[in-house]
T-cell receptor, first 113, second 114 residues
Framework: IAGITQAPTSQILAAGRRMTLRCTQDMRHNAMYWYRQDLGLGLRLIHYSNTAGTTGKGEVPDGYSVSRANTDDFPLTLASAVPSQTSVYFC????????????FGEGSRLTVL | AQSVTQLDSQVPVFEEAPVELRCNYSSSVSVYLFWYVQYPNQGLQLLLKYLSGSTLVESINGFEAEFNKSQTSFHLRKPSVHISDTAEYFCAVSDRSGANNLFFGTGTRLTVIP
């Protein structure tokens, strides 16, 4: 089934550790996004990529980095995790960059202790 | 920048009753509007969208939303809800430059009571 695959689905992490959340899509979409979802705050954009080789900062980029070496993969890295990064992280992709029509993965639940 | 307000964080409703989930937005430019649905332990799915044309848009499972420019609203309605409609619903707005500027509301949890 075509779509977005995220890994891991859940992770508990000690503060200060490095963590990479993986995201792979098989729809050949040019644009990809990382959001975090927090209770009462909805979804907030962390980083995005309009095409392979380019990335941009969203609303809450601090403490996170991304890379886009190819069309299919868009990993999100926390260089030194902090408790405030405890959240559910969603990867998404878009076939049409000029609208908000997104396809989402099932999320990665991260707990930083 | 755009912003979205969903005034109701939780809406309980009895099965087969009508429901309205409210969404208001603010923007200084023309916008696209969306409703996304999130079922438990899943990612968000696009429910319906307004890009242009008719201000009344419908989904395949009976939901509809009407774009009201004068009231800056995009309320979601369904005349008769089912148990399976229990989920979190997110309103979202973007300007026409792209999904890099897509802003979500805080969500409304719809609970359908048998």
């Amino acid at each position: 089934i075509a779509g977005i695959t995220q890994a891991p689905t859940s992770q508990i992490l000690a503060a200060g550790r490095r963590m990479t959340l993986r995201c792979t899509q098989d729809m050949r979409h040019n644009a990809m996004y990382w959001y975090r979802q927090d209770l009462g705050l909805g979804l907030r954009l962390i980083h995005y990529s309009n095409t392979a080789g380019t990335t941009g900062k969203g609303e809450v980029p601090d403490g996170y980095s991304v890379s886009r070496a190819n069309t299919d993969d868009f990993p999100l890295t926390l260089a030194s995790a902090v408790p405030s990064q405890t959240s559910v992280y969603f990867c998404a992709s878009s076939a049409r960059m000029n609208t908000g029509e997104l396809f989402f993965g099932e999320g990665s639940r991260l707990t930083v202790l | 920048a755009q912003s979205v307000t969903q005034l109701d964080s939780q809406v309980p409703v009895f099965e087969e009753a009508p429901v309205e989930l409210r969404c208001n937005y603010s923007s200084s430019v023309s916008v696209y509007l969306f409703w996304y649905v999130q079922y438990p332990n899943q990612g968000l799915q696009l429910l319906l969208k307004y890009l242009s044309g008719s201000t009344l848009v419908e989904s395949i499972n009976g939901f509809e939303a009407e774009f009201n420019k004068s009231q800056t609203s995009f309320h979601l309605r369904k005349p008769s809800v089912h148990i399976s409609d229990t989920a979190e619903y997110f309103c979202a707005v973007s300007d026409r430059s792209g999904a890099n500027n897509l802003f979500f509301g805080t969500g409304t949890r719809l609970t359908v009571i048998p």
